[in-house]
């Protein structure tokens, strides 16, 4: 089983930037396809980017895409999320999860996740 620890959240003004890292370690993450989901306060669990195992297909949330880019390093076994031009509606809990197959958008195709990570932007 592999386990996943995010980092890299905070505090940050509109219009700022952040990188979220995603560590796996255990047993290596290098087949698993990798996820970013967000959870704001009150609201549900939403898809924000994924990356396939090869690294070669990336997909993105409709309120993401443009601003932010996920990447991976498999011989470090890190999955990276580079968020750009950030919003207030970006804040909430970024969580990284790890699946082997299903639809890259859909939580509950994701195996395994890490405890998040929060991301608060003020305006």
């Known amino acids: 089983q592999v386990q996943l620890t995010e980092s890299g959240g905070g505090l940050v003004q509109a219009g700022g930037s952040l990188r979220l890292s995603c560590a796996a370690s255990?047993?290596?993450?290098?087949?698993?396809?990798m996820g970013w989901f967000r959870q704001a306060a009150g609201k549900e669990r939403e898809f924000v980017a994924a990356?396939?195992?090869?690294?070669?297909?990336?997909r993105y949330g409709d309120s993401v895409t443009g601003r932010f880019t996920i990447s991976r390093e498999n011989d470090k076994n890190i999955v990276y999320l580079q968020m750009n031009d950030l919003n207030v509606e970006d804040t909430g809990v970024y969580y990284c999860?790890?699946?082997?197959?299903?639809?890259?958008?859909?939580?509950?195709?994701?195996?395994?996740w890490g405890p998040g990570t929060q991301v608060i932007v003020s305006s």
């Open positions: 255990g047993r290596t993450h290098e087949r698993y396809r």
């Open positions: 990356i396939t195992g090869s690294g070669w297909n990336t």
């Open positions: 999860g790890a699946g082997r197959g299903g639809t890259l958008g859909n939580s509950q195709t994701y195996d395994v």
